[in-house]
């Protein structure tokens, strides 16, 4: 049986040293060869793994032809966003872990088959949409992030009046600030915004909604309102040293990086210290693109610190195999106990201990322990923690009733519905951090909730 | 999105004030809170108080001090010219109640925050005392203004120029010795000057507060780069503050915090004063 197609990449040694796109992207005769592999099964499990339903056999069908328009057209009537998910989400756990194809060899890569589509369409231009009759009704979405988006994107097309607000300069959310240009062009996330507002939907920057405006007075003037604000509160370990100069979160990390182009400082104007020893605490995803970031920005040493073993690192496969490739140095089943101080404040190397790991926890995953006496130094002088966010409660400011959790997130029902009526909500403020498909996943819901509700 | 500039005036040597349109600012806005601005794209996010707010103009009145890249660049704007970006209101409001007599320090830049509280806490029937103070006469900036928002206005500059010769720190603590019963003293200024008022009153039993001004990123809680230390407990400035008792702050590391771009804000002045005129953008 046939293997899958290899996606070209940049080398190693040569991306360390820039912030352009790792992953290529397959040429056309390579998608042709990818998608001929697809049995077109008659009940694909890959589609039961896919959060939004894609017709992923429809769209391979047409891209065997060479029909990449018509493959395009099937992938945007359930994600919008496909240049984004063909690049970030985790395939391997969703669609292409059901393929049956990978039940004896190798499962087709229908992440990288939805990004050549997106690509293919964007460098021809992408067409103008076609929206439905106005309805007349008002809708405000808060926070520009996937879910957001989503939300906008399907309520903008059912005709309604949509307004989005957004608390940074620039929409996007995670997608703009988190997730670094070498992973996630920014040109693209702009151009996906860039359809939403020929949509016809309104973008409201520099808005925080809980400040300027509170919600109670969104849901005066709107007739429904979505809030997919994200989980943007970074958590911190509590531990010594942890205020001192040089100890970042991975949001402020990275928005200087993404956001704030701090990478090419001066001409650019936001500063970011350039560590030689760069500590990240933590295993998922962010914590990757925080430690890529960090060995870009020149450091001689990166290396993530993680508290169970290499099976059990949350993020992506993919970025794992991409960090070490570059070099990220991985010491595993550590944890930080302190942070030393050097001189004035500054990071001066991080106490951690050994850990082991011991009976699973309510997650499933085995409980690490920390083994006593095992205490060790390691040089650093910037420390970054990337050990997970919380909802950002602004939003709560000046709203009556809306119900919440102990944690922080929103309570909603299985329509996206929260206890106040016509306010749905999704995303990360919901679930906790979570994926970017799982976000639009519940934009989508939303929005089909909002359009019954306003059809009512 | 653009925010016009719609009024500049020079207040002091390298102080400078200004109208920005910005009227869901303005409406929204309130004592104690501030903005974030941007001059243009390549721009840094910086924060500036809420110095006073006009709802009915629609605009709000922001006062700096040209310190480094970014603040002499928005020194060189004026009327007309435009911002790119303009958020706010950012952080908690003061808590503004009616609690009898209230002492207002403000040292150098630190007068423009003082301003609206003042009135506000005149305004709601309690007795100013307000306390300013400055290097010299020349640096002392809106005098007038809080003169007329005090029943008492004390003046203090380090040379003498004008006023008490000395701190406002003095002033503070003539008035804590004197007979009048003071419930609450809110300190704005350089870290440096709240750290020794807080210094002053401590051995008296009166609240007082300060405004903090760690270095802040998106000013929603999100980067926790403004993290401050208050009474043993990370606090965010941009969401929790920026006001806090002055008896819980760690004064010690929110200077040290402060200077953590040191190297690189020279840097970048340096770049930008590197001899093709003042709209380089080469460097
Ligand atoms: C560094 C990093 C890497 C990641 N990598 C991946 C990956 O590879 N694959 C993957 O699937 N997922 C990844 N994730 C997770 C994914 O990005 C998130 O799950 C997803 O972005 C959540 O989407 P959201 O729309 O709920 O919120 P967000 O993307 O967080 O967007 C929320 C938006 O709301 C705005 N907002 C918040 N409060 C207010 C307010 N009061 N008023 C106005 N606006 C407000 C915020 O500024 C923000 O723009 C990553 C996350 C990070 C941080
Ligand atoms: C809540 C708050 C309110 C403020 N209000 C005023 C005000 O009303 N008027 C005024 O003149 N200044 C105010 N400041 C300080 C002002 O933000 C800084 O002077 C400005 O950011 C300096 O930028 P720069 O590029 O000109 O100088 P830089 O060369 O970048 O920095 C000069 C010094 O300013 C401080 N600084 C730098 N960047 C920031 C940042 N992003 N946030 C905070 N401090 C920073 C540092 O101590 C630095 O050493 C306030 C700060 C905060 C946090
Ligand atoms: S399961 Fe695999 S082979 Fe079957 S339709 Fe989906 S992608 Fe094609
Ligand atoms: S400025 Fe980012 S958390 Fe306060």
Redesign the pocket.
Known sequence: MSITQEMPEQPAEVRIHNFEEVALGYTEEQAILEAERCLECKKPKCVEGCPVNIDIPGFISSMKEGKFGEAIDVIKRTNTLPAVCGRVCPQEEQCEQLCILGKKSEPISIGRLERFCADREREAGVKDPVVAEPTGKKVAIVGTGPAGLTAASDLAKAGHSVTMFEALHEAGGVLIYGIPEFRLPKAIVKEEVEYIIKLGAELKVDYVIGRIKTLDQLEDEFDAVFLGTGAGLPKFMGIEGENLNGVYSANEFLTRVNLMKAYRFPEY?T?IKRGSNVIVVGGGNVAMDAARSALRLGADEVSIVYRRSDDELPARREEIEHAKEEGIVFRLLANPVRILEGENMTVNGVECIKMELGEPDDSGRRRPVAVEGSEHVVDADIVIMAIGTSPNPIIFDGSKGLEVTPWGTIVVNEAGMTSLEGVCAGGDAVTGAATVISAMGAGKQAAQTINDYLSK | MAYKIIEKLQLAPN?HLMNIEAPDVAAAAKPGQ?I?LRIDEEG??????I?DYDVDKGFVT?????????????GKMSSGDELQDFVGP??KASEIEKIGTVVLVGGG??I??VYPQARAYREIGNKVISIIGARNEEMLILEDEMNSVSDELLVATDDGSKGHHGFVTDLVKQLLDGDEKIDRIVAIGPPIMMRTVAGVTDPYDVETIV???????D?TGMCGG?RVNIGGETKF??VD??EFNAKDVDFNLLMSR??L??KE??D??EGSKKGCGDECKCQ
Not at chain 2, 44 to 49: D, F, G, S, V, W
Request: charged share 15%; with cysteine.
């Open positions: 104007d500063p | 102080v501030f974030i840094e996010r910086i924060p500036l108080t110095a922001i006062i700096f001090q040209e310190m480094g890249k970014t603040t002499k660049q928005l950012l952080g830049i630190g423009a925050p405004s903090l001004n760690p270095i802040m990123v000013g403004c400035a941009c503050g920026p402060l200077s771009y040191r804000e020279m970048a002045l």
